[in-house]
């Protein structure tokens, strides 16, 4: 079954604490990126990569780094979470960029105290 | 930032009326996508619009795209519980930008 993989789905942790959230597809897709969902903000871009070893900033870097090793993973890694950085984080994958529907992951709730 | 706005974020229906939710950018899009996420869920591609004035529908739901390029609407009609969750558009020109998207409430 064609899928994105999101893990944990869900985090309580303290500040400063680092983590890593894992994304892993399985549909071969080229392109990756990370959101965070915000009441009344709807979806912001954090990171994105267009294929291995090339990852660029979305809008709301600050705070996040991303690494692409291989195609089919791009972990979120947060080295220092502080309490602002406490949202509904969405991994996508896609084949491309412009009219390629994206694929999104089930989702990962991470509160930071 | 959001290359999107859309209007309105929140969209209170009594089941079997029509709603429109609109989504406005001030720059010329190449492509407009909507997604639809359901309570408790993550966003999931409905269709795609490309051409200027393109119309296309699914079922109760007719998507547009304005002859300009620059905004897109959704509309459904007879409106039924199914279709209650967070509709929103995204452009994908040269990264993505996805509106803050409308909830939708169904009062049966």
Not at chain 1, 1 to 21: C, D, F, H, M, S
Not at chain 2, 71 to 90: K, M, R, W
């Amino acid at each position: 079954e064609a899928q994105v993989t999101q893990n944990p789905r869900y985090l309580i942790t303290v500040t400063g604490k680092k983590l890593t959230v894992t994304c892993s597809q399985n549909m071969n897709h080229e392109y990756m990126s990370w959101y965070r969902q915000d009441p009344g903000l709807g979806l912001r871009q954090i990171y994105y990569s267009m294929n291995v070893e090339v990852t660029d900033k979305g809008d709301v870097p600050e705070g996040y780094k991303v690494s692409r090793k291989e195609k089919r993973n791009f972990p979120l890694i947060l080295e220092s979470p502080s309490p602002n950085q406490t949202s509904l984080y969405f991994c996508a994958s896609s084949r491309g960029l412009a009219v390629y529907e994206q694929y999104f992951g089930p989702g990962t709730r991470l509160t930071v105290t | 930032g959001q290359q999107v706005m859309q209007i309105p974020q929140y969209q209170h229906v009594q089941e079997g009326e029509d709603f429109t939710t609109y989504c406005n950018s001030s720059t010329t899009l190449s492509n407009i996508q909507w997604y639809k996420q359901r309570p408790g869920g993550h966003p999931v591609f409905l269709i795609q619009l490309v051409k200027s004035g393109e119309v296309k529908k699914q079922k109760r739901l007719t998507f547009q795209f304005g002859e300009a390029k620059k905004n897109s609407s959704l509309h459904i009609t007879a409106t039924q519980t199914t279709d209650v969750g967070t509709y929103f558009c995204c452009s994908n020109d040269y990264k993505l930008s996805f509106g803050a998207g409308t909830t939708v409430t169904v009062r049966a």
